[in-house]
């Protein structure tokens, strides 16, 4: 009933930027909280940002100063800004959402798909 696409993601140089996108897509009454995780291989995934259906922001320290995670409400959409980007930031990112789905209802947790981030020179 909901779907969360990725998009943005590809090769890029240390130092280099990115900008992730996902849009969320299906039976939206809402969306709470989104999230950009990642998940390097042989490593656990992690959580690198959030933000609330406010505005409020959090991030991991390893990207702090670098990444930026900012969301359209009418598009329904989250995006991440990478600047600086490190080798040590390789890896697939996914958008996460909890999204309520009637008025009257729970909210749920949804995954994208991935999309591979490679910083490599």
């Known amino acids: 009933q909901v779907q969360l696409v990725e998009s943005g993601g590809g090769l890029v140089q240390p130092g280099g930027s990115l900008r992730l996108s996902c849009a969320a897509s299906?039976?939206?009454?809402?969306?709470?909280?989104m999230a950009w995780y990642r998940q390097a291989p042989g490593k656990q995934r992690e959580l690198v940002a959030t933000?609330?259906?406010?505005?409020?922001?959090n991030y991991a320290d390893s990207v702090k100063g670098r990444f930026t995670i900012s969301r359209d409400n009418a598009k329904n959409s989250v995006y991440l800004q990478m600047n600086s980007l490190k080798p040590e930031d390789t890896a697939v990112y996914y958008c996460?959402?909890?999204?309520?789905?009637?008025?009257?209802?729970?909210?749920?947790?949804?995954w994208g798909q991935g999309t591979q981030v490679t910083v490599s020179s």
């Open positions: 996460y959402a909890e999204v309520r789905t009637k008025l009257i209802g729970p909210l749920a947790a949804y």
């Open positions: 299906g039976s939206i009454f809402s969306i709470g909280a």
């Open positions: 933000i609330t259906s406010g505005g409020s922001t």
